[in-house]
C-alpha cells in the first residue's frame, strides 16, 4: 500500500504505546505510526530509523537544490562495521 502524506502540514510526534516507542507522522488526512516491531531486536529497529533518515536527509537535499540551494547535495557518509578478534587488544 502507498500512501502520500503531504509535506506542507506534516507533524510528527514520539510516543509510547503500551510500552511500544513510535513515531506517528501525519499530515491532518493520513497518519502512520513508525514502530521498533514485534519480535525485533533494538538494532534492528535503529538500523530502519538510521536507513529512513538517510533518505529523508537526501530528499531534503533534492528539495534544497530545487528551490534554489546552492548548497551541495550531501553524500551518504560510509558506515564500517567490524569486530576486532578475540585475542586482539587495543595497543597491542
Known amino acids: 500500500m502507498v500512501a502520500d502524506?503531504?509535506?506542507r502540514a506534516l507533524c510528527a510526534t514520539i510516543d509510547l504505546d503500551d510500552d511500544d516507542l513510535g513515531m506517528r507522522?501525519?499530515?491532518g488526512d493520513i497518519a502512520?505510526?513508525?514502530t521498533t516491531g514485534v519480535g525485533g531486536t533494538y538494532?534492528?529497529?535503529i538500523?530502519?530509523?538510521e536507513r529512513l533518515a538517510a533518505g529523508l536527509d537526501q530528499f531534503l537535499a533534492l528539495l534544497k537544490t530545487r528551490a534554489g540551494s546552492a548548497d551541495p547535495f550531501p553524500r551518504p557518509v560510509p558506515v564500517v562495521v567490524c569486530e576486532l578478534a578475540a585475542d586482539h587488544q587495543?595497543?597491542?
Do not use: K, N, Q, Y
Request: no cysteine; aromatic share 0%; charged share 30%.
Open 90 to 92: 587495543p595497543g597491542s
Open 32 to 34: 502512520v505510526r513508525l
Open 25 to 27: 507522522v501525519d499530515d
Open 47 to 49: 538500523a530502519g530509523a
Open 5 to 7: 502524506l503531504d509535506l
Open 43 to 45: 538494532a534492528d529497529a
